[in-house]
């Protein structure tokens, strides 16, 4: 990492309450290579969605609990960031079903993110720059997918659904953790993509799914 690349708050920003969410249904390994005859999987099964949930049911589950454990009424929360690449609308926000759900002041900032592998640390960091600037005294960041690989491509061994979120805050008292600062790398790799109308996401051979192998 260069010198001076480093993402640092103005002020010490510290994390309040954290929660997750796993949907109970599993799908075995051993079901997917009756169908496929397929690969061996490194994993032994893994969690899929329920009928009636999705990612925004994900996030609200997890939300929920780092709020509860935060303490703070969420109200007091100015911003709320979700990141996923599986957001159940093209063109309707996750982030405001989020926040009214969850009882937030409609009064905030509220954005999705969407960014395979990287979209719920893009939340996060932007929570982080609210409240390390001063803009806003709580934010929340999570992370929620329901993932699905193309039938009998890799990914279908291991794309799974869940969702973790965070309240961020000052870094006082009552923070069970301090950031100090992040980092951030982009490139413009093939690695990962889902054309509009295409029913599956596509994936560059050497990448995602194939190092799991």
Do not use: C
Request: no cysteine; glycine share 10%.
């Amino acid at each position: 990492m260069e010198p001076g690349k480093l993402l640092e708050p103005d002020s010490p920003v510290g994390i309040h309450g954290y929660g997750a969410y796993v949907p109970k249904y599993r799908l075995t390994n051993e079901e997917i290579n009756r169908v496929w005859d397929g690969l061996s999987a490194p994993i032994d099964r893994k969690a899929v969605a329920g009928p009636d949930e999705d990612v925004v049911t994900i996030a609200i589950e997890a939300a929920g609990y780092a709020l509860e454990r935060a303490t703070i009424d969420p109200t007091d929360l100015r911003g709320i960031w979700t990141g996923s690449k599986r957001h159940p609308y093209d063109v309707k926000p996750s982030s405001t079903i989020i926040a009214d759900a969850l009882g937030a002041d409609p009064d905030l900032e509220a954005s999705d993110v969407e960014f395979a592998s990287k979209a719920g640390t893009e939340a996060m960091q932007s929570a982080i720059g609210m409240v390390g600037s001063g803009m806003g005294a709580y934010a929340l960041a999570i992370g929620s997918d329901a993932a699905h690989g193309k039938p009998g491509d890799d990914t279908e061994y291991t794309a799974a659904a869940g969702g973790a979120a965070f309240v961020l805050g000052p870094a006082d008292e009552n923070a069970i953790a301090t950031i100090e600062g992040s980092y951030s790398y982009v490139s413009n790799t093939p690695d990962h993509w889902q054309r509009n109308n295409a029913d599956y996401p596509e994936h560059a051979a050497g990448f995602e799914a194939k190092e799991a192998f």
